[in-house]
Structure formats: structure tokens, C-alpha cells
């Protein structure tokens, strides 16, 4: 094995999706050429890799370790290695992790290509907040969750790049992250990139992308805020996933998440370009060439849609539809309705 190709994220990006369609392929991959060897194992489980590092109380024995990754290699006869954890873009200050990824590698001879789709930070910000409350993580209104939470280390897009490209053994590559992508797949331009065309060829693979992890509607996120306002992941934690897949279905049967959530408005777009313009600037001056920089520009400027958020929220029958849902989950999960 002569090379590795690592996926690093960010958040939000489609990385999910890009590794349950590798892990449902991932016969076909090694068919090609190319190792993907977390096969079988959930999307959640490739942090443990990290954790083995970083946050020893977190790490699992029973899940995938280096020195399982080690033992894989060695009776592999591909020559492609092809690793997807966007929590390797999470968390720059573990500032040893590619350093000793770096030595991990090394051991076998291989060149290391790291791979980074960012978007816009107000995207991102929008994004995480839906699943933050989907996971009954925060009760908190947008407003006051974007004032603490833009401060955290994942909106840093250029200080995650200079983490894996001050050690001159990574060759990175960073991608922005925009409509356009999304619309045409994040997997396709993820291929394209990083030269596996010529292995894949025209394969079931490169048409199986999806909308996964499908961004809910507002009236839906409003649904999980009030949830998590009322005892959130500690008091449902025994239906947390049953509650997710009904709220989550409902939301759609019942036609909300037809527009996918959005509580940005023009002039907290401005506010959190102004904080981020500098380190982005820097990032496309080094990393993007001219299309890509024009892309990621306009995405900052095209006109917004509707602030839907704050709007499902101000109007007496959405309010009634959302009291009526969140009414049928203390009902069938056994809480008391509001």
C-alpha cells in the first residue's frame, strides 16, 4: 500500500454520507484498489480512532484502534488506503494527532492526502443548530446559541488547515463546500479531487449519492427545541431514537420540511462574515483557485431565503401545529403534555 487518502470533514459536509455510500461499496472499492476498512462499522464508531489519542474516558477497546487500522493494512494488497472522520477537522487542538498520524504511515511507506469541504460559517452555523436541537442537545433559541457557539474551534477553517499543513508530509487539499456542490454531490467532486476516477471508472458508486441526514423543517426543529426544554437527552434518553424517527417523519408526512431550516437573515449573515473574513480570505488565497474562490464568494452575497424560523414561530397556527406535536410525543412517550 503506497498511499492514503484521509477525509477529514468539516462538519456538515456530507461526510456522512460519503461514508455509509463507501462502506456499502466498499467490496467494490477493494475490487479497484482502494481500502476502505472501516466496512460493517457505524459512521459514529471512526471517532474512536481519535479518541484512542485525544479522550482516553471516551475511547472503546472494542472498536476500531490503530493498531487494529495496522493489522488491516498489513494483510491488504491495495494500493489505496481511503480514511473518512470528520472529527479530524473538530478538534485542531489536539495539536499532536497529524503529527503522529504522520509517524503511523510513515511506518509503511506512505504518502498522506488529506481532503477538507468547508462552507460558509453561517451555513455551518445554521446547519449545526438543527442538529443540535434534533438531538435534544440545546433548548436554547438560534440567537442566543450562535452568540457562544460561533467561538468554537470547528468555524476556524484556517487554523484546521494550518494544523495538517504545517507538516509538509500531508498534501491538502480544501474544497469549499456550496450550493452548487451539494446540488451536484459532495461524493462526485470528492472522487474528481482526489484522483480516484481513474480506479472507479463509471461505477454504480459515483450515482448512489442522496440527501441524507436530511435537514428538518423550522416548525420540526422548534418541535425538538421544546422537547429538549423539557428534559431534553437525560429524560427521553431511553425513546431518544424512537422520538427522533417519529418527530422526524411526522414533520415530513405532515409537509414541513418541504424547505429545509433556516433562522439566518441578512444581518447576522454580515456579523458572522465580518468575524470569519479575514482567516477565509486567507484560506482562498492558498487553497482555491479562481472558480472555486468565486463560488465560495457568492454564497456569501446571493440574496437569502425567508427567515422561516422566526416566522413558524411568530404565527398562531404554526404555533397550534407545533403544540399539537409536541402534545402527541408526551402522549405516546409517556410525559406530561404541556
Known sequence: MRHCILHIGGHKTGSSAIQQICMEHSDLLEERGI????????????????????????????????????????????????????????????????????????????????????????????????????????????????????????????????????????????????????????????????GLSDHLGDTALMGTWSRRNRTPGSKTVEVFRRLARRGGRKKYWAYLHQIRRFVLTEGWNRGWDRTPFNAVDDALRRRVTRRFELGNAHLANLYFDDTWENTFAAELTKPLSVNEYDRHRSSADDERDIQELVAEVYARFGADPI
Not at 463546500?177 to 459532495?186: I, M, P, Q, R
Open 35 to 194: 481500502l476502505y476498512p472501516l466496512r460493517g462499522i457505524t459512521t459514529g464508531t471512526q471517532r474512536n480512532l481519535l479518541y484512542e489519542w485525544t479522550k482516553p474516558d471516551a475511547f472503546d477497546p472494542g472498536q476500531p484502534t490503530w493498531a487494529w487500522l495496522k493489522r488491516t493494512i498489513k494483510q491488504s494488497d491495495c494500493d489505496i488506503l481511503l480514511l473518512s472522520s470528520e472529527n479530524f477537522s473538530a478538534l485542531p487542538s489536539y495539536s499532536r494527532v497529524p503529527a503522529r498520524i504522520h509517524r503511523f504511515f510513515r511506518q509503511f511507506g506512505m504518502t498522506v492526502q488529506v481532503f477538507a469541504f468547508f462552507r460558509p460559517q453561517h451555513e455551518l452555523l445554521n446547519s449545526m443548530y438543527a442538529q443540535r436541537v434534533r438531538l435534544l442537545n440545546t433548548s436554547q433559541k438560534f440567537r442566543l446559541w450562535v452568540s457562544g457557539e460561533q467561538t468554537k474551534s470547528i468555524y476556524l477553517y484556517r487554523s484546521i488547515v494550518n494544523l495538517w499543513d504545517r507538516d509538509k508530509e500531508f498534501f491538502v487539499t480544501v474544497l469549499p463546500f456550496t450550493h452548487d456542490v451539494k446540488y451536484a454531490g459532495a461524493l462526485p467532486r470528492f472522487i474528481t479531487a482526489a
